[in-house]
């Protein structure tokens, strides 16, 4: 079957790093995305891999193992607006997204 | 400022009860879909519409209908209310689906609770 695996809260203090990581199981797989929501908000677009390595775009990075069915996304100098959900999502072989339950970022002054 | 206008925001309804969310988006997006969030659950797509004329069932389809009667409307219509529908919905849409670089503009969401 199809399977997004991501944990559900992490917490971070202001400033560090934090890395959120998913493991997908699909069938087919045309790309990953993430998306950021905050909390009673729309989930908004974060990043897009289809190919494997790193993808930096500011404080925020996203990588992807197609091999290993994995995906990270990473955060640096984190600020307390980065306080929200971040949801991975695949895109199955009938171009079908299929969504993880998202991770919880809770940040620490 | 461009973007998807859900309504209502907020609705309580009583079991039984027909109820429609509207989505309106002015993209000039092929592409729209209504999804269903619940908590500890990802995002389900109910029903999707790969342009105007055109509607597809998702994973979680049962209960819900859906009409693309033109290009920037996609309402979405509970015949009969349950308490289980009780949820977030939000509609999206994109420039087209058959492609992996879809990305997904969102609504601001419909909070539908059912007694």
């Known amino acids: 079957g199809q399977n997004i695996d991501q944990p559900t809260e992490m917490t971070a203090t202001e400033g560090a790093i934090v890395q959120i990581n998913c493991t997908y199981q699909?069938?087919?797989?045309?790309?990953l995305f993430w998306y950021q929501q905050h909390a009673g908000e729309a989930p908004t677009f974060l990043s897009y891999?289809?190919l494997d390595g790193l993808e930096e775009k500011g404080r925020f990075s996203s990588f992807l193992s197609r091999s290993k069915g994995y995906s990270y996304l990473l955060l640096k100098e984190l600020q307390m607006k980065d306080s929200a959900s971040y949801l991975c999502?695949?895109?199955?072989?009938?171009?079908?997204?299929?969504w993880g339950a998202g991770t919880k970022l809770i940040i620490k002054p | 400022i461009a973007g998807i206008t859900q309504a209502p925001t907020s609705q309580i309804l009583a079991a039984g009860r027909r109820m429609t969310l509207r989505c309106t988006q002015d993209?000039?997006?092929?592409?729209m879909y209504w999804y269903r969030q619940d908590l500890g659950l990802g995002l389900r797509l109910i029903h999707y519409?790969?342009?105007?004329?055109?509607?597809g069932k998702g994973e979680v389809p049962d209960g819900y209908s859906v009409s693309r009667a033109n290009t920037d409307d996609f309402p979405l219509t509970l015949a009969s209310a349950v308490p289980s529908q009780t949820s977030v919905y939000f509609c999206?849409?994109?420039?087209?689906?058959?492609?992996?670089?879809?990305?997904?503009?969102f609504g601001a969401g419909s909070r539908l609770t059912v007694l």
């Open positions: 999206a849409s994109s420039d087209s689906r058959g492609s992996g670089a879809n990305v997904l503009t």
């Open positions: 993209m000039r997006h092929n592409a």
């Open positions: 519409s790969n342009t105007a004329g055109t509607t």
């Open positions: 699909t069938s087919g797989f045309n790309g």
């Open positions: 891999n289809v």
């Open positions: 999502a695949t895109v199955d072989s009938n171009y079908q997204l299929i």
